[in-house]
C-alpha cells in the first residue's frame, strides 16, 4: 500500500510564527501536490513540485521536494489567521501512471490572532 | 479562472436507490477523476477516466459503481444501488496533463444515504 504520512495531524498556533508541515512516504513520487481545503469546498491547489531538491515559493508558503522525491514539506512564514484550513499532501507515483492521486491524511492548521 | 462543476451540491437518498454524481470538467482537460472522502478521513481515489474509457479503478469503485462521459461535457458517477457506507463527499477532478500539471477539483456532491 502506498501511503502518504502527514504530520502533524493538528496544529494551533499564534499569530506571526512560523511553521512546517510534512509529508513522507516509503515510495518514490512523480511528483507531489499541495492542496488547501475549506469545509465543505474541493481541494483548491497550491503547488506541485516534480523535481528532486525542488524548491517553489507562494508568498510566505515554501514548498520543497525531496532529493530522493519520497518526502515534501510546506513552510509558512509569519502565519496569519488567513492561513487557517486543511493543507492536504498529494503524490502521483511514477509506474502504471493513470494521474491516480494518493493523498495524505490532510494537517488542520489554526492561527490565532 | 475556469472551474469544475458538479451537481447536485447535496444528495439524500434512501438506501437501494440509485443516484447519479454530475460533474462538468474543464472544457480543454482530458483526464477525469472521482474521488471521496468520508467525513474525517482522507481523500480517497475511486476511478480515472481518459480517452472515454476507465484507466484505473480503486477497490472501492465495485460493481455498484459507473461512469460515463456521454457528450464530450458532463462526465457522470452512478451509484447503482446505494448502501449507508456510501455516505461522503464526492469530488470530481480534471486535469490537461497530470505531469507537472495541477488537478482542479469540484466543490463536491454531499451524498446522504438513509
Known amino acids: 500500500t502506498q501511503l502518504l504520512e502527514q504530520s502533524p495531524q493538528f496544529l494551533s498556533i499564534q499569530e506571526g510564527e512560523n511553521l512546517t508541515v510534512y509529508c513522507n512516504s516509503s515510495?518514490?513520487?512523480?511528483?507531489l501536490q499541495w492542496y488547501r481545503q475549506e469545509p465543505g469546498e474541493g481541494p483548491v491547489l497550491l503547488v506541485t513540485?516534480?523535481?528532486?531538491?525542488e524548491v517553489k515559493k507562494l508568498k510566505r508558503l515554501t514548498f520543497q521536494f525531496g532529493d530522493a522525491r519520497k518526502d515534501s514539506s510546506l513552510h509558512i512564514t509569519a502565519a496569519q489567521p488567513g492561513d487557517t484550513g486543511l493543507y492536504l499532501c498529494?503524490?502521483?507515483?511514477?509506474?502504471?501512471?493513470?494521474?491516480?492521486?494518493?493523498f495524505g491524511q490532510g494537517t488542520t492548521l489554526q492561527v490565532k490572532p | 479562472e475556469p472551474e469544475v462543476t458538479q451537481t447536485p451540491s447535496h444528495q439524500v437518498t434512501q438506501m437501494g436507490q440509485e443516484v447519479i454524481l454530475r460533474c462538468v470538467p474543464i472544457?480543454?482537460?482530458?483526464?477525469f477523476y472521482w474521488y471521496r472522502q468520508i467525513l474525517g478521513q482522507k481523500v480517497e481515489f475511486l476511478v480515472s477516466?481518459?480517452?472515454?474509457?476507465?484507466?484505473?479503478k480503486s477497490e472501492i469503485f465495485d460493481d455498484q459503481f459507473s461512469v460515463e462521459r456521454p457528450d464530450g461535457s458532463n462526465f457522470t458517477l452512478k451509484i447503482r444501488s446505494t448502501k449507508l457506507e456510501d455516505s461522503a463527499m464526492y469530488f470530481c477532478?480534471?486535469?490537461?496533463?497530470?505531469?507537472?500539471?495541477?488537478?482542479?477539483f469540484g466543490s463536491g456532491t454531499r451524498l446522504t444515504v438513509v
Open positions: 477532478a480534471s486535469t490537461l496533463t497530470f505531469f507537472n500539471y495541477g488537478y482542479t
Open positions: 515510495s518514490v513520487f512523480s511528483s
Open positions: 513540485v516534480v523535481t528532486g531538491g
Open positions: 498529494a503524490g502521483t507515483l511514477g509506474s502504471g501512471n493513470t494521474g491516480k492521486l494518493i
Open positions: 472544457s480543454n482537460h482530458l483526464y
Open positions: 477516466f481518459y480517452n472515454n474509457e476507465i484507466s484505473e
